[in-house]
């Protein structure tokens, strides 16, 4: 359990430093990060402060889809907002092109080492996360056109807003699914099996 919760909230950070780095790069960003630097220009907020909120908001929605939040839910909810403002208020502004592109490829590795760390914890599943999988299982609809309207719905919003779109938002959708493909069962907890007992070792 110890390990389980080391590895939940070590993942939550590093996804909250991804975050930062995004911000840092300003190539673009996923489609989240991009809905959630819009409403952070619009409100004139931290960008930590509107991913909580956002979550906490997203956390509505799974009311009539009737999904239960976790450990790993909640804690996503307010971990990765805290994470990602601390991590800015320490990142410098980067000048050049070349050290920002540098920066944006480590923001998506870390990322997908990140998705695969909390979610292989088993605490359960993020606000946005649940959210996609809560629509999938009321409406037989498939994850893949669930998560593709959600993150093109929130994409565009967010860009309306003035999020930062680039060749960052196109380089995370097409290498994080296989990154975290990668990345996932090196940190997926397996239950421990029961020892044998004597009666079945001689059956």
């Known amino acids: 359990m110890l390990?389980?919760?080391?590895?939940?909230?070590?993942?939550?950070?590093?996804?909250?430093?991804?975050?930062?780095?995004?911000?840092?790069?300003?190539?673009?960003?996923?489609?989240?990060?991009?809905?959630h630097l819009g409403v952070a220009k619009l409100l004139t907020m931290d960008i930590g402060t509107v991913m909580i909120v956002t979550?906490?908001?997203?956390?509505?929605?799974?009311?009539?889809?009737?999904q239960r939040p976790g450990l790993g839910t909640i804690s996503n909810v307010i971990v990765i907002g805290l994470a990602a403002d601390a991590a800015l208020s320490l990142m410098p502004t980067l000048e050049t092109l070349p050290a920002r592109g540098v920066l944006l490829v480590f923001a998506v590795i870390v990322n997908a080492l990140a998705t695969g760390m909390y979610i292989g914890a088993g605490f359960g599943?993020?606000?946005?996360?649940?959210?996609?999988?809560?629509?999938?299982?009321?409406?037989?609809?498939s994850v893949r056109s669930v998560r593709t309207a959600i993150e093109v719905s929130v994409l565009l919003i967010g860009w309306l807003l003035g999020g930062t779109v680039g060749v960052g938002?196109?380089?995370?959708?097409?290498?994080?699914?296989?990154?975290?493909q990668i990345c996932l069962p090196w940190f997926r907890h397996k239950p421990q099996q029961k020892p044998a007992s004597p009666a079945e070792v001689v059956s």
Not at 55 to 66: D, E, N, Q, S, T
Not at 125 to 141: C, E, K, S
């Open 3 to 35: 390990r389980r919760l080391l590895q939940l909230y070590i993942g939550l950070s590093l996804y909250g430093l991804s975050t930062a780095m995004f911000v840092r790069a300003d190539l673009g960003a996923d489609p989240w990060n991009v809905f």
């Open 55 to 66: 979550g906490a908001l997203v956390l509505l929605f799974w009311i009539p889809i009737r």
């Open 125 to 141: 599943a993020g606000p946005r996360d649940g959210l996609m999988t809560g629509i999938h299982a009321r409406t037989g609809w």
């Open 169 to 180: 938002t196109v380089l995370y959708a097409l290498a994080i699914g296989p990154l975290i």
